[in-house]
Nanobody, 128 residues
Framework: QVQLVESGGGLVQTGGSLTLSCAAS????????VGWFRQAPGKERDIVAA????????YYADSVKGRFTISRDNAKNTVYLQMNSLRPVDTAVYYC?????????????????????WGQGTQVTVSS
């Protein structure tokens, strides 16, 4: 079982930066693909970024490429989302999610239903 807790959200002005953290409990987390999703009011939850278990493969939604960076420190059981050049459209609740590890699989997941564990979310608000 994996439990996830996000932190680092808050209010920031346009152009500012935030770093979100996803701290996990559970011995298998370091082998789990992890994703960051976000959900704005009245909209569906969408993938923002994803990373494989070793940190060697990453994915970014087109809307955040070049501005956001996903990384992980398996020794600390933590995944990060560094967000730069934030825009009002980035305002959303950000969720961390982890998929059960699969032996021999070194990819990441981009679909919501491929993830098994979810955090409670952290609010990011970007003011104009």
């Amino acid at each position: 079982q994996v439990q996830l807790v996000e932190s680092g959200g808050g209010l920031v002005q346009t152009g500012g930066s935030l770093t979100l953290s996803c701290a996990a409990s559970g011995r298998t987390f370091s082998y789990c693909p992890v994703g960051w999703f976000r959900q704005a009011p009245g909209k569906e939850r969408d993938i923002v970024a994803a990373i494989n278990w070793s940190g060697t493969n990453t994915y970014y939604a087109d809307s955040v490429k070049g501005r956001f960076t996903i990384s992980r420190d398996n020794a600390k059981n933590t995944v990060y989302l560094q967000m730069n050049s934030l825009r009002p459209v980035d305002t959303a609740v950000y969720y961390c999610a982890a998929a059960r590890p699969i032996t021999g699989y070194s990819g990441y997941e981009t679909e919501e239903d491929e993830y098994d564990y979810w955090g409670q979310g952290t609010q990011v608000t970007v003011s104009s």
